[in-house]
């Protein structure tokens, strides 16, 4: 197949989901164009099947806000032409989904059929989506996309309940790459951090108000009062200043270190004991997925998706946002040196059955479903 992929390229779920998905659909044989405004940070290595179109904007004087929607629309009418694509997989519904409708009829009064695939992310459904100033064109583009994923059934029933959405939508769940997100023997690494072989504790994200960074110090905070620990912060955002902040009120400066915007995130999760995710929000939870693939236990909230892939009690444990009380109880019995291996298979356990290898064809059979219904006139 000819698949058109677009998604945001920068640091974030739903741009590395989208790059590893083409990816993978590159090594199996089919021909992939990407198209977003600067490279996808994963798409760093040569695929004689994988092309990089790279959306351009031109300014203007009386633009204020450059109008990236129709440049992204133009350029898919423009690659859907010249590369023939079977399809086009937008992820991330704002605003690639309604750029999506208007190339494909653009294309339609070209005579050309070009059927789209949008799948959802998470804040473009739970949050930003449902802001009135967008919501509107959301639900419509939902509506008006050929096929509908989302990355957990709890996003599936929020999209439902929040937007009037007649779409079927199928629940296709994110998916890790075994080869790379696997436990290394980076034990230099860990006698750096833990020189008295302290618990080591991490947490990934991008410092957004969503992700509550400050509850994962707190729990943090109440772990070293108990046992030796140190905490690593991975990630760069707008509340990382407040972090940093509490740290110093919490008196944890010494035990808490700052890596910042880190590619090779997997080096850290391989000497890592317990992986903190206290999130507001979270459709899915990838980065925990991203832990568990290096047999690391997770401590999370239950928001949104989590609970589907973090399983209470089994893989580590979840508890009501904002209980950081319960999440540091949690995470001292986890740590706990008669248990801790126990919770480790089980991560790994239950990140194998999201292996990459499983997962990428449900979405090829969805792509060939979706072609095949048009080619019926379904
Ligand atoms: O978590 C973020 O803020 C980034 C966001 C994105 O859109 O890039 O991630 C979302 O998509 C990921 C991939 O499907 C999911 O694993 C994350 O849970 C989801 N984030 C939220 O729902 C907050």
Excluded: W
């Amino acid at each position: 197949m000819k698949i058109g992929i677009v998604c945001y390229p920068t640091f974030g779920g739903s741009g590395v989901v989208a790059t590893e998905l083409g990816k993978a659909l590159g090594k199996l044989g089919h021909e992939v164009h990407f198209m977003t405004y600067s490279q996808p940070m994963r798409l760093d290595f040569f695929n004689q099947n994988i092309f990089y179109h790279e959306v351009t904007l031109q300014s203007y004087p009386l633009f204020k806000y450059p109008p990236y929607e129709m440049a992204l629309a133009s350029k898919m009418v423009d690659i859907a032409k010249f590369a023939k694509l079977d399809l086009l997989h937008v992820h991330y519904a704002i605003p690639h989904a309604s750029a999506a409708y208007q190339a494909k009829q653009i294309l339609a009064l070209q005579g050309i059929n070009l059927p789209f695939i949008t799948t959802l992310h998470g804040t473009d459904i739970t949050l930003v989506g449902r802001d009135p100033s967008y919501e509107p064109v959301v639900s419509f583009s939902i509506n008006k996309s050929d096929g509908v994923t989302a990355v957990s059934n709890n996003l599936k029933e929020d999209t439902l309940r929040l937007f009037d959405v007649e779409k079927d939508i199928k629940v296709i769940p994110n998916f890790i790459d075994l080869d790379r997100f696997k436990r290394q023997k980076k034990e230099h690494f860990k006698t750096a951090i833990c020189p008295n072989n302290e618990k080591l504790i991490v947490h990934t994200s991008n410092f957004r108000r969503v992700k509550r960074v400050e509850d994962a110090l707190r729990i943090f905070k109440q772990i070293s009062d108990k046992m030796p620990a140190k905490l690593l912060l991975v990630g760069d955002g707008p509340h990382r200043v407040n972090v940093e902040a509490l740290s110093r009120e919490l008196g944890v400066t010494d035990d808490v270190r700052f890596l910042g915007k880190l590619d090779a995130v997997e080096e850290v999760l391989s000497v890592a004991d317990l992986f903190l995710m206290p999130s507001e929000k979270e459709s899915f939870g990838l980065a925990a997925l991203e832990a568990m693939a290096c047999e690391v236990p997770v401590i999370s909230s239950n928001a949104g998706g989590i609970p589907e892939l973090n399983i209470h009690g089994v893989t580590g444990f979840v508890s009501n946002i904002g209980d950081v009380d319960d999440m540091s109880k949690n995470a001292l019995h986890v740590l706990n040196d008669d248990n801790l291996e126990t919770f480790k298979a089980a991560a790994l356990a239950r990140a194998k059955e999201l292996d990459i290898k499983k997962i990428v064809p449900e979405y090829v059979d969805y792509y060939r479903e979706i072609l095949d219904s048009q080619m019926a006139g379904v």
